[in-house]
């Protein structure tokens, strides 16, 4: 349901472009916030309800096709525990930084979330994200030649 | 490093052969080097030999859009003659041939370190290209800027953020960080992660603001010189 808090032991994934992941390496630029933007977009694996993270991740990137006009070649999805991201955050930040991450559906995606209480110039906040990726996969299902 | 001078006619006439190739030789040849030197190569043509054989797309040198700083009435009397109104269109495919152009440039310049920046911001820009956005030319020129001032730096991880500006980053061992936010004014933001060298399971983090011109002494107190330079 809307504005539901996502469990700390759960896992999130964030669609990351491929500017943001040169070489596939996501930076911290795949954190932070456009201008207008109240949260971050992430999509709630375990909501997904798939016996494992293969099909967790084969499911976004199925979604990721059909929700986003493009998927690029070298875009990648950053997979990361909700609690260790908010407690690295929470310990790390100057602010003591409390984040919430809370489901946010929309119609041609259920699992859509957010996090929130981030700001615009967050910069040192996505470096601590950044540092809190567990695996990395292509945002694109890889193609058969 | 050579200065960065996009608008100007000397500018156009050093870049020699290798605008002959234009866009397609930057984005179909650049990285391959070895193979294509001699499209590197520079030999005297004149300014009127070269708009002679340039493609439309890449006499922008001559609009008065650009060429601000030192054109004659008379190249702009021509270029509006032949152009037509300017576009949406003229303005995208404008700011596109400024990122090539700034890209070239640091890649002709003779360091290593000039090489490697170019490679990795052309990968970027076939990346935001693919994306259907355009790195923010301000952005890069202050990049550029910072990196003519300090010319020793090892080459840093390239990305853009949400705005579309260059933001580059150094890792170094035990988590050591140092990440610049290249504002499109002049500016910088700047991340330092670095360890805490009496208590080892702790770790020093700050962030702040600055222009890129004083950026290396504004932190030269975090040692962060020692790791991201040669």
Known sequence: MKGDRIPDQHHIARYCKATQAPGGEIQATAFMLRREEESLSVNWLEFLRCPNRESEVAELQRMFGQKLSRVGRNARMAILNVGVMRETVLQGSPDARNLAALHAPELNDPSHSGIYNLKQDDDLIAELIRQTIIDTQPAQKERLL | MPELRLHTREGFEAMGEGLLYSDKSLTANFPKEESYSSAWSRESVSLQEFSLLLPQKVRYFLTPFVAIENSEASEVSSFQKEMGPFTQANLLDYEEDQIQEAIFR???????????????????????????????????????????????????????????????????????????????????????????????????????????DILMETVASYGIWDWISE
């Open chain 2, 106 to 212: 640091i890649r002709t310049s003779l360091s290593v370190l000039c090489r490697e920046l170019a490679n990795r911001l052309l990968s970027l820009f076939h990346d935001a290209k693919e994306e259907e956005v355009s790195i923010n030319i301000d952005s890069l020129r202050n990049f550029y800027s910072f990196f003519q001032l300090n010319p020793k730096l090892k080459c840093p991880t390239i990305s853009l953020t949400p705005e579309n500006d260059i933001y580059a980053s150094w890792k170094g061992e035990q988590n050591r960080l140092f990440s610049v936010y290249f504002l499109p004014c002049g500016g910088v933001r700047f991340v330092v992660f670095k360890p805490n060298d009496r208590h080892p399971e702790q770790q020093i983090r700050l962030s702040g603001t600055a222009t890129s």
